[in-house]
Structure formats: structure tokens, C-alpha cells
């Protein structure tokens, strides 16, 4: 396979990392819409065992590779509804629950998601923990308690967090992520 002309072996570093960046986002798309988290990591794995057997394919960028990997997904994940609910009609729209609107829209979710994500991960460890398990929905007392320290350090670090996350996306888009994706984590 080749990404940006640059050739990717599938037992290489390259195609490890793009794993380890693609596949959390791809499960976390087929288990939206599969509504079952072990059926969307097998839908994931699918998409990627299905790339690995196209070693001939040519990518722009990883972003093309995404799109088309976002595609695998829709589609197996269509196939794997049909299969359940024995519906062999060829839209989505015709009687399943998941309208190619609502497909578009996961696919909105899922990038943003992304894109928050990859900013969090720019925090320092302790930041990142205070913040995903803000998002969680946890009070800062219990983050308190779950990290053994006090409460005004959760303050502190969570203030500071939000501060750098408006640096690095924005912030617009820092306020409306965070609020969100409260619970989503």
C-alpha cells in the first residue's frame, strides 16, 4: 500500500502506527451504529484485515486512507444490520435505523471527537487525566478522591488544562467541544 507515495508494509512501524491511530475512531464508529462495542471492534478489524488485502491500493494522504477505511466501516457495518435484521434492501434509509444523514453526522462526531482527543493527548499526564475524567461526568471532588489529590489541584489543573486546550483548538471550539462530549469518554 502506498500513503503521500510512500510505500507501507503491513508488518512495518508505518502501518502500525496508523493502526494505533485509525482503529480506536473506526470502532468507535461501527459501535455507534452497530450499537454493541465487540460487534464494532470486529467490524474495525475486518476494515483493516480487508486493507492489508489490498496491498496494491494508492493513498493521496492519510486522510484519503481514513475516508476510504470510513467507507470499509459503513459498509460492513450495513452489511452486519442487514444480516441481523434480514433486510436486503440496498439504502440505508429503507428499513434500518441508521439514515445516511445519521452516518454523515457519526462521521462529524467521530473526527471532532478526534480532533479533541489528540489535543487532550497534548496535555501533561496529570491534565489528561483530570480532563477525561471531567468529561466523564466525575465532580471535581470525586477526581479528587480518585487521583489522592486535593480538590483545589483539580481546580487548578483542570483550569490550566482548558486554557491550553483554547490555545490549541480555539476558543469556540474548545467550549463547545468540551461541553459536548461530557459523558462521551
Partial sequence: MKVANKTITYNGQEFKGIFDRLFPHLCLLASRIL???AKGKDVAQEAFVKLWERDTEEFKNEKALQAYLYVLVKNASISQLRKENKVSSTTLD???SVGQQSFLNE???????KLLY???QELSPQAEQVVQLALKGLSNQEIADQLNISINSVKTVKKR????????LGAK???????SFIQFF
Fill in 35 to 37: 450499537k454493541s462495542e
Fill in 161 to 168: 488544562a482548558y486554557a491550553k486546550l483554547r490555545d490549541l
Fill in 107 to 113: 462521521i462529524l462526531r467521530e473526527e471532532t471527537y
Fill in 94 to 96: 429503507e428499513g434500518l
Fill in 173 to 179: 471550539i474548545a467550549t463547545l467541544l468540551l461541553t
Fill in 118 to 120: 489528540d489535543a487532550i
